[in-house]
């Protein structure tokens, strides 16, 4: 029984722990000035700081739930992709090497 409940708070700490990266990341998309960002980011890392230390792990889970309900609400409509990523500008555009000239760089083909 001891192993179940250290096995659910080291997942609910991975679900914080993702939770806080998808805010900065969802931040990063509705932010361009750098110094604002990093004052939000403080905001955001204040306010999961404010709850680290719930004992009652049933709380903590409400909690974690209506975090992840507000981040979902406040998407960006249109998030920032990587251009080399799915969905991005430049995803699939490089075609590979043709093997022939990685087997034998130095000659004419």
Do not use: F
């Not at 998309?29 to 700081?49: F, G, M, P």
């Not at 209506?66 to 990587?82: G, M, N, S, T």
């Amino acid at each position: 029984a001891g192993q179940a409940g250290m096995s659910y708070t080291v997942a609910h700490k991975a679900r914080v722990c993702r939770l806080y990266r998808r805010a900065i990341k969802t931040l990063m998309d509705w932010v361009v000035d750098r110094e604002v960002l990093s004052k939000q980011a403080i905001l955001v890392r204040n306010q999961i700081e404010t709850n680290k230390h719930e004992p009652n792990i049933a709380i903590a889970e409400e909690l974690l739930k209506a975090a992840e309900a507000k981040l979902k609400k406040h998407a960006h409509p249109d998030p920032y992709v990587l251009p080399e990523m799915p969905g991005g500008s430049k995803y699939q555009r490089n075609l590979p090497v043709p093997h022939e000239i990685l087997e034998q760089p130095y000659v004419k083909h």
